[in-house]
């Protein structure tokens, strides 16, 4: 059962995800930095498909958020190239 819960989980996770990186990039068309929306729609995915409060599932979802807010943040603000001579 435990499984069933965690797939749920993570296809929260996805959904919410893929809802943050747009709101993202809307947000920051808009001119607002929304960094926390991308990790925080992807916990409230996964918390609300799981239906199970848990540690493991909490601190798996803070990890996850983390890394997918950095690859959101790289993806939308990448560093301008510097051209060394």
Known sequence: MLVVHLLRGLVGAVVG???G???FGWALSQG???MVVPGALLGLGFGYLSGRS???FGGLCAG???AFSLF???RFLKP???SFS
């Open 32 to 34: 607002y930095y929304a």
């Open 80 to 82: 301008a190239a510097s």
């Open 21 to 23: 990186y747009y709101a």
């Open 64 to 66: 996850l958020a983390l």
């Open 54 to 56: 848990s540690k493991a």
């Open 72 to 74: 959101v943040e790289w």
């Open 17 to 19: 995800g893929v809802t």
